[in-house]
Protein backbone atom coordinates (compact mmCIF):
# COMPACT_ATOMS: atom_id res chain seq x y z
CA UNK A 1 0.00 0.00 0.00
CA UNK A 2 1.29 3.93 -0.71
CA UNK A 3 0.69 6.38 1.79
CA UNK A 4 -1.65 8.19 0.10
CA UNK A 5 -4.65 7.19 -2.67
CA UNK A 6 -6.75 9.58 -4.52
CA UNK A 7 -9.77 7.57 -3.50
CA UNK A 8 -10.58 4.93 -0.32
CA UNK A 9 -13.05 2.65 -0.02
CA UNK A 10 -13.97 0.67 3.21
CA UNK A 11 -15.31 -2.52 2.62
CA UNK A 12 -15.35 -4.72 -0.33
CA UNK A 13 -18.81 -6.07 -0.78
CA UNK A 14 -21.03 -5.18 -3.60
CA UNK A 15 -21.35 -1.66 -2.59
CA UNK A 16 -17.39 -0.94 -2.47
CA UNK A 17 -16.78 -3.32 -5.60
CA UNK A 18 -19.06 -0.96 -7.70
CA UNK A 19 -17.34 2.19 -6.59
CA UNK A 20 -14.09 0.76 -7.33
CA UNK A 21 -15.05 -0.95 -10.68
CA UNK A 22 -16.59 2.61 -11.85
CA UNK A 23 -13.68 4.88 -10.91
CA UNK A 24 -10.98 2.82 -12.03
CA UNK A 25 -13.18 1.98 -15.62
CA UNK A 26 -13.74 5.61 -16.22
CA UNK A 27 -10.60 7.54 -14.57
CA UNK A 28 -6.93 7.84 -14.07
CA UNK A 29 -7.48 7.75 -10.17
CA UNK A 30 -5.63 5.70 -7.52
CA UNK A 31 -8.15 3.56 -5.33
CA UNK A 32 -7.46 1.51 -2.50
CA UNK A 33 -9.97 -1.30 -1.64
CA UNK A 34 -9.69 -2.23 1.70
CA UNK A 35 -11.47 -5.31 3.53
CA UNK A 36 -11.49 -6.37 7.00
CA UNK A 37 -12.43 -10.05 6.17
CA UNK A 38 -10.44 -12.70 4.03
CA UNK A 39 -13.55 -12.44 1.57
CA UNK A 40 -16.20 -9.91 1.29
CA UNK A 41 -19.24 -11.22 3.34
CA UNK A 42 -22.86 -10.25 3.11
CA UNK A 43 -25.13 -11.87 0.28
CA UNK A 44 -22.36 -11.84 -2.41
CA UNK A 45 -21.08 -14.56 -0.25
CA UNK A 46 -24.26 -15.81 0.95
CA UNK A 47 -26.41 -17.39 -1.52
CA UNK A 48 -26.13 -14.40 -4.10
CA UNK A 49 -29.31 -13.87 -5.72
CA UNK A 50 -29.56 -11.48 -7.79
CA UNK A 51 -32.84 -8.76 -8.42
CA UNK A 52 -32.70 -6.92 -12.06
CA UNK A 53 -36.10 -5.02 -11.18
CA UNK A 54 -36.59 -2.24 -9.31
CA UNK A 55 -37.57 -1.75 -6.50
CA UNK A 56 -36.40 -4.86 -5.15
CA UNK A 57 -33.17 -4.09 -2.92
CA UNK A 58 -33.29 0.00 -3.78
CA UNK A 59 -34.30 2.43 -1.11
CA UNK A 60 -37.30 4.06 -3.07
CA UNK A 61 -37.16 7.32 -1.06
CA UNK A 62 -33.30 7.91 -2.68
CA UNK A 63 -33.74 6.55 -6.12
CA UNK A 64 -36.55 6.49 -8.93
CA UNK A 65 -37.27 3.42 -11.61
CA UNK A 66 -35.14 5.22 -14.61
CA UNK A 67 -32.07 5.77 -12.19
CA UNK A 68 -31.86 2.45 -10.84
CA UNK A 69 -32.24 0.47 -14.01
CA UNK A 70 -29.44 2.33 -16.02
CA UNK A 71 -27.25 1.31 -13.01
CA UNK A 72 -28.69 -2.17 -12.96
CA UNK A 73 -27.45 -2.59 -16.68
CA UNK A 74 -23.94 -1.26 -15.82
CA UNK A 75 -24.30 -3.93 -12.71
CA UNK A 76 -25.32 -6.70 -14.87
CA UNK A 77 -22.25 -5.89 -17.40
CA UNK A 78 -19.80 -6.97 -14.41
CA UNK A 79 -21.78 -9.93 -12.92
CA UNK A 80 -23.04 -11.81 -15.78
CA UNK A 81 -26.15 -12.96 -14.50
CA UNK A 82 -28.17 -15.46 -15.70
CA UNK A 83 -31.40 -14.80 -15.65
CA UNK A 84 -33.63 -17.47 -14.28
CA UNK A 85 -36.84 -18.00 -16.38
CA UNK A 86 -40.55 -17.70 -15.00
CA UNK A 87 -43.54 -19.30 -15.88
CA UNK A 88 -46.96 -19.08 -15.23
CA UNK A 89 -46.74 -15.51 -13.18
CA UNK A 90 -50.18 -14.33 -15.30
CA UNK A 91 -52.01 -17.11 -13.51
CA UNK A 92 -50.12 -16.51 -9.85
CA UNK A 93 -50.36 -12.43 -10.89
CA UNK A 94 -54.31 -12.93 -11.16
CA UNK A 95 -55.12 -14.67 -8.27
CA UNK A 96 -52.88 -12.49 -5.82
CA UNK A 97 -54.83 -9.29 -7.03
CA UNK A 98 -58.05 -11.14 -6.31
CA UNK A 99 -57.26 -10.98 -2.65
CA UNK A 100 -55.32 -7.54 -3.01
CA UNK A 101 -52.10 -8.99 -2.72
CA UNK A 102 -49.36 -7.84 -5.43
CA UNK A 103 -46.94 -10.47 -6.84
CA UNK A 104 -43.79 -8.38 -8.68
CA UNK A 105 -42.53 -9.62 -11.50
CA UNK A 106 -38.65 -9.66 -11.17
CA UNK A 107 -36.14 -10.43 -13.24
CA UNK A 108 -33.45 -12.98 -10.71
CA UNK A 109 -30.13 -15.15 -11.42
CA UNK A 110 -29.21 -17.48 -8.26
CA UNK A 111 -25.47 -17.96 -8.30
CA UNK A 112 -25.72 -20.49 -5.37
CA UNK A 113 -23.59 -20.15 -1.51
CA UNK A 114 -21.06 -23.09 -3.46
CA UNK A 115 -20.76 -20.93 -6.12
CA UNK A 116 -20.45 -17.73 -4.70
CA UNK A 117 -16.56 -17.47 -3.68
CA UNK A 118 -15.41 -18.27 -7.28
CA UNK A 119 -17.15 -14.77 -7.98
CA UNK A 120 -16.22 -12.83 -5.89
CA UNK A 121 -12.41 -14.08 -6.49
CA UNK A 122 -12.94 -13.48 -10.15
CA UNK A 123 -13.76 -9.76 -9.45
CA UNK A 124 -11.25 -8.73 -7.02
CA UNK A 125 -8.38 -10.33 -9.55
CA UNK A 126 -10.35 -8.30 -12.27
CA UNK A 127 -9.43 -4.64 -9.83
CA UNK A 128 -6.11 -6.33 -9.32
CA UNK A 129 -5.66 -6.76 -13.26
CA UNK A 130 -7.27 -3.08 -13.74
CA UNK A 131 -4.58 -1.33 -11.15
CA UNK A 132 -7.04 -1.29 -7.83
CA UNK A 133 -4.68 -2.09 -5.07
CA UNK A 134 -6.50 -4.58 -2.83
CA UNK A 135 -5.42 -4.96 1.30
CA UNK A 136 -8.03 -8.08 2.32
CA UNK A 137 -7.79 -8.75 6.25
CA UNK A 138 -7.27 -4.75 6.95
CA UNK A 139 -9.48 -3.35 9.49
CA UNK A 140 -9.97 0.57 9.11
CA UNK A 141 -9.96 2.21 12.94
CA UNK A 142 -10.78 5.65 12.57
CA UNK A 143 -11.01 8.36 10.05
CA UNK A 144 -9.79 12.01 10.89
CA UNK A 145 -12.07 13.82 8.31
CA UNK A 146 -10.22 16.92 8.74
CA UNK A 147 -6.67 16.01 8.41
CA UNK A 148 -7.83 13.05 4.88
CA UNK A 149 -6.35 10.30 6.73
CA UNK A 150 -7.47 6.94 7.79
CA UNK A 151 -6.14 4.79 10.79
CA UNK A 152 -5.81 1.09 10.45
CA UNK A 153 -5.88 -1.32 13.17
CA UNK A 154 -2.33 -1.62 13.17
CA UNK A 155 -2.39 2.00 13.93
CA UNK A 156 -0.69 2.69 10.50
CA UNK A 157 -2.33 5.49 8.24
CA UNK A 158 -3.08 6.35 4.83
CA UNK A 159 -4.10 9.96 3.28
CA UNK A 160 -7.18 10.24 0.89
CA UNK A 161 -8.84 12.64 -1.68
CA UNK A 162 -12.18 10.64 -1.44
CA UNK A 163 -13.39 8.27 0.72
CA UNK A 164 -16.28 6.29 0.26
CA UNK A 165 -17.71 4.29 3.30
CA UNK A 166 -19.36 0.94 2.64
CA UNK A 167 -18.93 -1.01 5.79
CA UNK A 168 -22.16 -2.87 5.46
CA UNK A 169 -24.99 -3.50 7.54
CA UNK A 170 -23.00 -5.63 10.15
CA UNK A 171 -20.81 -2.08 10.56
CA UNK A 172 -23.69 -0.22 11.95
CA UNK A 173 -21.43 0.62 15.37
CA UNK A 174 -18.62 1.86 13.50
CA UNK A 175 -20.70 3.74 10.57
CA UNK A 176 -22.52 5.77 13.71
CA UNK A 177 -19.30 6.47 15.66
CA UNK A 178 -17.69 7.84 12.73
CA UNK A 179 -21.13 9.81 11.84
CA UNK A 180 -21.22 10.83 15.83
CA UNK A 181 -17.51 12.11 15.39
CA UNK A 182 -18.23 13.96 12.20
CA UNK A 183 -21.29 15.67 13.49
CA UNK A 184 -23.40 14.22 10.79
CA UNK A 185 -26.73 13.83 11.16
CA UNK A 186 -28.59 10.21 10.90
CA UNK A 187 -31.87 8.31 11.45
CA UNK A 188 -32.51 4.57 12.33
CA UNK A 189 -36.03 4.25 12.73
CA UNK A 190 -37.51 1.78 9.95
CA UNK A 191 -36.83 -2.39 11.36
CA UNK A 192 -38.07 -5.01 9.43
CA UNK A 193 -39.53 -8.15 11.82
CA UNK A 194 -40.86 -11.45 11.31
CA UNK A 195 -40.44 -15.18 11.04
CA UNK A 196 -38.47 -18.01 8.20
CA UNK A 197 -40.69 -20.26 6.89
CA UNK A 198 -39.23 -24.01 5.92
CA UNK A 199 -41.35 -26.08 4.13
CA UNK A 200 -41.51 -29.39 1.74
CA UNK A 201 -41.02 -27.78 -2.02
CA UNK A 202 -44.02 -30.09 -2.74
CA UNK A 203 -45.76 -27.22 -0.19
CA UNK A 204 -44.96 -24.41 -2.24
CA UNK A 205 -44.23 -25.20 -5.40
CA UNK A 206 -44.77 -21.86 -6.96
CA UNK A 207 -40.73 -21.93 -6.51
CA UNK A 208 -40.11 -24.36 -9.76
CA UNK A 209 -41.52 -21.50 -11.85
CA UNK A 210 -40.60 -18.20 -9.67
CA UNK A 211 -37.37 -18.80 -7.85
CA UNK A 212 -37.77 -15.96 -5.49
CA UNK A 213 -41.03 -14.38 -5.63
CA UNK A 214 -41.96 -11.56 -4.10
CA UNK A 215 -45.51 -10.64 -2.47
CA UNK A 216 -46.63 -7.86 -0.92
CA UNK A 217 -49.45 -8.54 1.71
CA UNK A 218 -51.31 -5.59 3.11
CA UNK A 219 -50.12 -4.74 6.70
CA UNK A 220 -46.60 -3.80 5.00
CA UNK A 221 -45.87 -7.51 5.25
CA UNK A 222 -43.81 -9.12 2.42
CA UNK A 223 -42.28 -12.43 1.50
CA UNK A 224 -38.32 -12.07 1.16
CA UNK A 225 -35.45 -14.51 0.23
CA UNK A 226 -36.58 -17.16 -0.60
CA UNK A 227 -34.61 -20.44 -1.33
CA UNK A 228 -34.91 -23.96 -2.43
CA UNK A 229 -33.20 -26.70 -4.45
CA UNK A 230 -30.71 -27.11 -1.71
CA UNK A 231 -31.73 -24.84 0.74
CA UNK A 232 -30.79 -24.27 4.45
CA UNK A 233 -31.64 -22.03 7.12
CA UNK A 234 -28.99 -20.87 9.13
CA UNK A 235 -28.45 -18.57 12.12
CA UNK A 236 -26.19 -15.15 12.26
CA UNK A 237 -25.11 -13.69 15.82
CA UNK A 238 -25.42 -10.25 16.48
CA UNK A 239 -24.74 -8.64 20.01
CA UNK A 240 -27.69 -9.80 21.76
CA UNK A 241 -29.16 -12.35 19.55
CA UNK A 242 -29.46 -14.41 16.69
CA UNK A 243 -31.69 -13.71 13.60
CA UNK A 244 -32.17 -16.72 11.33
CA UNK A 245 -31.86 -16.72 7.33
CA UNK A 246 -31.80 -18.79 4.47
CA UNK A 247 -29.25 -20.00 2.18
CA UNK A 248 -29.26 -22.42 -0.95
CA UNK A 249 -26.72 -24.19 -2.90
CA UNK A 250 -26.07 -23.93 -6.67
CA UNK A 251 -27.84 -26.86 -8.66
CA UNK A 252 -24.80 -28.12 -9.21
CA UNK A 253 -26.13 -29.84 -5.32
CA UNK A 254 -28.23 -32.12 -4.94
CA UNK A 255 -31.89 -31.04 -3.79
CA UNK A 256 -33.32 -31.66 -0.24
CA UNK A 257 -36.68 -30.70 -1.69
CA UNK A 258 -37.01 -28.18 1.14
CA UNK A 259 -37.91 -24.65 0.96
CA UNK A 260 -37.51 -21.69 2.94
CA UNK A 261 -38.49 -17.69 2.78
CA UNK A 262 -38.56 -14.49 5.29
CA UNK A 263 -42.29 -13.04 5.84
CA UNK A 264 -41.53 -9.60 7.28
CA UNK A 265 -43.08 -7.05 8.22
CA UNK A 266 -42.05 -3.38 8.21
CA UNK A 267 -41.99 -1.28 11.39
CA UNK A 268 -41.40 2.48 11.22
CA UNK A 269 -40.70 3.94 14.88
CA UNK A 270 -41.92 6.39 16.55
CA UNK A 271 -41.11 8.58 19.57
CA UNK A 272 -39.71 7.14 22.10
CA UNK A 273 -38.59 4.31 20.76
CA UNK A 274 -36.72 5.81 17.71
CA UNK A 275 -34.36 3.44 16.76
CA UNK A 276 -34.28 0.24 14.67
CA UNK A 277 -31.48 -1.49 16.40
CA UNK A 278 -32.81 -0.90 19.69
CA UNK A 279 -36.19 -2.23 19.15
CA UNK A 280 -34.51 -4.96 17.07
CA UNK A 281 -32.69 -5.99 20.27
CA UNK A 282 -35.85 -5.73 22.47
CA UNK A 283 -37.23 -8.46 20.44
CA UNK A 284 -34.03 -10.43 19.93
CA UNK A 285 -33.56 -10.32 23.24
CA UNK A 286 -37.02 -11.84 24.50
CA UNK A 287 -36.87 -14.68 21.72
CA UNK A 288 -33.67 -15.49 22.98
CA UNK A 289 -34.64 -16.01 26.61
CA UNK A 290 -37.79 -17.88 26.12
CA UNK A 291 -35.96 -20.39 23.99
CA UNK A 292 -32.79 -21.00 26.02
CA UNK A 293 -30.59 -18.10 23.99
CA UNK A 294 -31.59 -19.71 20.35
CA UNK A 295 -33.97 -18.97 17.39
CA UNK A 296 -37.24 -20.59 18.43
CA UNK A 297 -39.63 -22.88 15.83
CA UNK A 298 -42.81 -24.09 16.22
CA UNK A 299 -44.65 -26.38 13.52
CA UNK A 300 -47.59 -25.21 11.79
CA UNK A 301 -49.89 -27.91 13.11
CA UNK A 302 -48.75 -26.75 16.68
CA UNK A 303 -49.24 -22.69 16.18
CA UNK A 304 -52.66 -23.47 14.82
CA UNK A 305 -54.07 -25.54 17.48
CA UNK A 306 -52.65 -22.79 20.03
CA UNK A 307 -49.70 -25.49 21.64
CA UNK A 308 -46.21 -25.19 21.88
CA UNK A 309 -44.03 -26.94 19.99
CA UNK A 310 -42.07 -29.67 21.34
CA UNK A 311 -38.76 -31.79 20.54
CA UNK A 312 -41.61 -34.64 19.83
CA UNK A 313 -42.90 -32.20 17.38
CA UNK A 314 -40.33 -32.54 14.98
CA UNK A 315 -41.12 -36.54 13.80
CA UNK A 316 -41.44 -38.48 11.03
CA UNK A 317 -45.50 -38.98 11.38
CA UNK A 318 -47.19 -36.45 9.92
CA UNK A 319 -44.54 -33.78 10.47
CA UNK A 320 -42.06 -35.40 7.47
CA UNK A 321 -38.99 -33.53 7.39
CA UNK A 322 -36.76 -32.39 10.00
CA UNK A 323 -35.28 -28.57 10.95
CA UNK A 324 -32.34 -27.68 8.39
CA UNK A 325 -31.59 -25.50 11.46
CA UNK A 326 -30.93 -28.08 14.23
CA UNK A 327 -30.58 -25.98 17.19
CA UNK A 328 -33.45 -24.10 17.18
CA UNK A 329 -35.65 -24.96 20.36
CA UNK A 330 -38.90 -26.03 20.37
CA UNK A 331 -41.58 -23.01 21.43
CA UNK A 332 -44.34 -21.28 21.58
CA UNK A 333 -44.09 -17.72 19.20
CA UNK A 334 -47.34 -16.14 20.16
CA UNK A 335 -45.45 -15.65 23.75
CA UNK A 336 -42.33 -13.71 21.64
CA UNK A 337 -44.17 -11.82 18.85
CA UNK A 338 -45.47 -8.91 19.73
CA UNK A 339 -49.34 -9.43 18.68
CA UNK A 340 -49.49 -6.35 15.83
CA UNK A 341 -46.63 -8.14 14.22
CA UNK A 342 -48.02 -12.07 14.43
CA UNK A 343 -51.60 -10.95 13.38
CA UNK A 344 -50.50 -9.24 10.43
CA UNK A 345 -47.89 -12.08 9.49
CA UNK A 346 -50.45 -14.65 9.78
CA UNK A 347 -53.06 -13.02 7.88
CA UNK A 348 -50.33 -12.85 5.15
CA UNK A 349 -49.72 -16.01 5.26
CA UNK A 350 -53.31 -17.35 5.02
CA UNK A 351 -53.47 -15.08 1.85
CA UNK A 352 -50.35 -16.67 0.72
CA UNK A 353 -51.99 -20.43 1.26
CA UNK A 354 -54.73 -19.00 -0.54
CA UNK A 355 -52.50 -18.03 -3.70
CA UNK A 356 -50.34 -21.14 -3.50
CA UNK A 357 -52.33 -23.98 -1.68
CA UNK A 358 -50.19 -26.06 0.62
CA UNK A 359 -47.80 -23.74 2.49
CA UNK A 360 -49.77 -23.72 5.68
CA UNK A 361 -49.29 -27.89 5.98
CA UNK A 362 -49.28 -28.91 9.73
CA UNK A 363 -45.83 -30.25 8.87
CA UNK A 364 -44.47 -26.70 7.62
CA UNK A 365 -42.02 -24.97 10.62
CA UNK A 366 -41.73 -21.19 11.54
CA UNK A 367 -38.70 -19.93 13.20
CA UNK A 368 -38.02 -16.87 14.34
CA UNK A 369 -37.02 -13.94 14.62
CA UNK A 370 -35.68 -13.22 11.36
CA UNK A 371 -34.78 -9.56 11.86
CA UNK A 372 -33.42 -6.67 9.78
CA UNK A 373 -32.39 -3.58 10.75
CA UNK A 374 -31.39 -1.61 7.59
CA UNK A 375 -29.23 0.72 8.07
CA UNK A 376 -28.48 3.86 9.81
CA UNK A 377 -28.96 6.44 7.03
CA UNK A 378 -27.00 9.82 7.31
CA UNK A 379 -28.37 13.43 5.90
CA UNK A 380 -26.94 13.49 2.26
CA UNK A 381 -25.83 16.50 1.03
CA UNK A 382 -25.96 15.47 -2.82
CA UNK A 383 -27.68 12.78 -5.06
CA UNK A 384 -24.17 10.81 -5.15
CA UNK A 385 -24.55 10.15 -1.61
CA UNK A 386 -21.99 12.38 -0.11
CA UNK A 387 -22.62 13.23 3.27
CA UNK A 388 -19.33 16.01 3.60
CA UNK A 389 -17.36 17.24 1.15
CA UNK A 390 -15.43 14.38 -0.20
CA UNK A 391 -16.81 12.25 1.69
CA UNK A 392 -19.91 9.14 0.38
CA UNK A 393 -21.47 6.73 2.47
CA UNK A 394 -23.36 4.34 0.73
CA UNK A 395 -24.48 0.43 0.64
CA UNK A 396 -26.63 -1.37 3.42
CA UNK A 397 -25.20 -0.33 5.75
CA UNK A 398 -25.76 3.98 4.87
CA UNK A 399 -29.11 3.14 4.07
CA UNK A 400 -29.03 3.64 -0.20
CA UNK A 401 -29.77 -0.12 -0.99
CA UNK A 402 -30.58 -3.69 0.54
CA UNK A 403 -29.58 -6.07 -2.12
CA UNK A 404 -26.61 -6.93 -3.59
CA UNK A 405 -27.62 -5.09 -6.89
CA UNK A 406 -28.84 -2.16 -5.74
CA UNK A 407 -25.86 -2.40 -3.06
CA UNK A 408 -23.40 -1.98 -6.73
CA UNK A 409 -25.64 0.58 -8.15
CA UNK A 410 -24.98 2.71 -5.22
CA UNK A 411 -21.05 2.04 -5.49
CA UNK A 412 -21.86 3.40 -9.42
CA UNK A 413 -23.72 6.34 -8.11
CA UNK A 414 -20.94 7.49 -5.49
CA UNK A 415 -18.08 7.16 -7.76
CA UNK A 416 -19.81 8.88 -10.59
CA UNK A 417 -19.81 11.70 -7.95
CA UNK A 418 -16.17 11.45 -7.03
CA UNK A 419 -15.93 12.06 -10.86
CA UNK A 420 -18.24 14.84 -10.92
CA UNK A 421 -16.62 16.81 -8.62
CA UNK A 422 -12.94 15.93 -9.25
C1 LIG B 1 -26.72 -14.56 4.94
C2 LIG B 1 -27.09 -13.45 3.98
C3 LIG B 1 -27.61 -13.78 2.75
C4 LIG B 1 -27.98 -12.78 1.85
N1 LIG B 1 -28.44 -13.12 0.63
C5 LIG B 1 -28.70 -12.16 -0.27
C6 LIG B 1 -29.09 -12.50 -1.58
O1 LIG B 1 -29.17 -13.66 -1.93
N2 LIG B 1 -29.38 -11.48 -2.44
C7 LIG B 1 -29.29 -10.16 -2.09
O2 LIG B 1 -29.56 -9.29 -2.93
N3 LIG B 1 -28.90 -9.82 -0.85
C8 LIG B 1 -28.61 -10.78 0.06
N4 LIG B 1 -28.20 -10.43 1.30
C9 LIG B 1 -28.07 -8.99 1.58
C10 LIG B 1 -26.75 -8.51 0.96
O3 LIG B 1 -25.72 -9.17 1.59
C11 LIG B 1 -26.57 -7.02 1.13
O4 LIG B 1 -27.67 -6.34 0.59
C12 LIG B 1 -25.30 -6.53 0.44
O5 LIG B 1 -24.20 -7.38 0.65
C13 LIG B 1 -24.97 -5.14 0.94
O6 LIG B 1 -23.77 -4.74 0.37
P1 LIG B 1 -22.79 -3.73 1.10
O7 LIG B 1 -21.62 -3.60 0.19
O8 LIG B 1 -23.53 -2.53 1.52
O9 LIG B 1 -22.36 -4.46 2.46
P2 LIG B 1 -21.61 -5.89 2.75
O10 LIG B 1 -21.85 -6.83 1.62
O11 LIG B 1 -22.04 -6.27 4.08
O12 LIG B 1 -20.10 -5.49 2.71
C14 LIG B 1 -19.51 -4.67 3.68
C15 LIG B 1 -18.05 -5.07 3.79
O13 LIG B 1 -17.35 -4.10 4.56
C16 LIG B 1 -16.41 -4.76 5.40
N5 LIG B 1 -16.09 -3.85 6.50
C17 LIG B 1 -16.94 -3.40 7.45
N6 LIG B 1 -16.32 -2.54 8.28
C18 LIG B 1 -15.03 -2.45 7.85
C19 LIG B 1 -13.90 -1.73 8.30
N7 LIG B 1 -13.95 -0.93 9.38
N8 LIG B 1 -12.73 -1.88 7.63
C20 LIG B 1 -12.67 -2.68 6.52
N9 LIG B 1 -13.72 -3.40 6.06
C21 LIG B 1 -14.90 -3.28 6.71
C22 LIG B 1 -17.15 -6.01 5.82
O14 LIG B 1 -16.27 -7.02 6.24
C23 LIG B 1 -17.89 -6.39 4.53
O15 LIG B 1 -17.19 -7.29 3.71
C24 LIG B 1 -27.84 -11.41 2.21
C25 LIG B 1 -27.29 -11.09 3.46
C26 LIG B 1 -26.91 -12.09 4.33
C27 LIG B 1 -26.32 -11.71 5.67
Not at 94 to 103: D, H, T
Not at 381 to 392: D, G, R
Amino acid sequence: MNQSYDVIIVGSGPAGLGAAFHIIENSSKSVLLLEKSKISSGGLRNDCKQNYTYPVGFTTELWNEEEAERMLAMVARHLNPDIVQQRNLDVYIKRAENLGVKLLNIKQSHVGTDRAKGLIADLIQKLLEKGVTVALETEVDDINYDAKKIYLKDESEIRFGDIVLAPGRAGYNWLQNQMDKMNIQYSDNVVDVGVRIEAREQNYPIVKDYYDPKFIFPGRVRTFCTNSGSAHIVKEKYEKYYSVNGHAYSTDMASNSLVNFAMLKTITLTDPVVSGHQFAEILGQMAMQLSGGQPMMQRIGDFRLGKRSKRETFNDDLYDFQPTLKNATPGDLSLAIPSKILRDIWRAMKLLDTIIPGILHPSTIIYYPEIKTYAIRPEFISSYFMVKKNLYMIGDGAGTSRGITGAWASGIRAAEGILLNS
